[in-house]
């Protein structure tokens, strides 16, 4: 089983990102279309599962996990989600006995200057 976690700065879909068609995210560092594909491409290479968007499905639209402190947009929930824990598939299958994800979340109270934590509850 592995666990790959940590600020990877991509915002992999467009619900990771709070103006999706804000024109100068083309050029922005984590929203480029060529660093979001790479992304989906690593996901399936490895074999690995965004445990929060397995976990959450829809509902993890809205919940982002960075903000930029200089437009200060964490009053306004106006950021990115580039902070993952990204599971092999052992871990996102539920078997008697055997390690695996519970749950995986955001958590926004928990923000130190620009990034909420991020939490994966495994059992």
């Known amino acids: 089983p592995v666990v790959w976690c940590g600020d990877l700065n991509v915002a992999h879909l467009d619900e990771d990102i709070w103006n999706v068609g804000a024109k100068h995210l083309i ?3 984590g929203t480029t279309k060529e660093e979001r594909e790479s992304f989906t491409h690593m996901l399936a290479e490895a074999s690995l599962s965004d445990t929060f968007r397995s976990q ?5 639209s809205g919940w982002f996990s960075y903000y930029s402190v200089r437009a200060g947009n964490r009053q306004w929930n106006r950021g990115l989600r580039l902070d993952y824990f990204l ?6 299958q ?3 006995g055997a390690l ?3 749950d995986s979340a955001i958590l926004s109270d928990f923000v130190a200057l620009d990034h909420a934590a ?6």
Do not use: F
């Open 87 to 92: 599971a092999s598939p052992p871990l996102m």
């Open 27 to 29: 050029k922005t560092p």
């Open 118 to 123: 991020v939490a994966l509850t495994l059992s």
């Open 100 to 102: 695996h994800v519970v």
């Open 56 to 60: 959450h499905g829809q509902e993890a």
């Open 94 to 96: 539920a078997k008697q």
